[in-house]
């Protein structure tokens, strides 16, 4: 048995890895701060960064933020990044306690990403992806 499987990582493709190594604690921080619950931050987080793809993490945007639908922020640093999520978004998702509540609040007009009519549920199905990936992951 090599040490991939004996520590149940085997599972775990390599970008939620460094999803979780990279944004984890941050996004912790930010949930903690918000009193929302920590994995329906990172799915947002997952969801619209693209698990923090590669063109998102050169912009240092953990939430794939853009200008009003436009080009992507580019921010200095992910704590950059969180700091601006929390003073624009913070208040409209604090004190989420569950997936529901967080998106209904995420979803109060004026609606984020209200383009996409089935955003919803694509949050929710991603939220189930971040619990399972929570759990192979080790990043719990």
Request: with cysteine; aromatic share 12%; hydrophobic share 30%.
């Amino acid at each position: 048995m090599n040490w991939v499987d004996l520590y149940g990582l085997a599972g775990c493709p390599k970008h939620v890895r460094d999803f979780f190594k990279d944004l984890g604690r941050p996004l912790d921080d930010l949930a903690e701060r918000l009193r929302v619950d920590p994995t329906a931050i990172k799915a947002l987080s997952s969801y619209e960064s693209g698990w923090y793809n590669a063109h998102n993490r050169a912009l240092k945007n953990p939430f794939g933020l853009t200008k009003a639908g436009g080009r992507n922020l580019r921010f200095g640093s992910v704590e950059e990044a969180v700091n601006y999520f929390e003073q624009k978004i913070g208040p409209k998702i604090s004190d989420a306690r569950n997936i529901d509540e967080f998106i209904e609040k995420l979803q109060t007009p004026p609606k984020y990403n209200s383009i996409n009519p089935n955003y919803e549920k694509n949050l929710r199905d991603q939220y189930k992806t971040v619990q399972k990936y929570e759990g192979q992951c080790g990043c719990e």
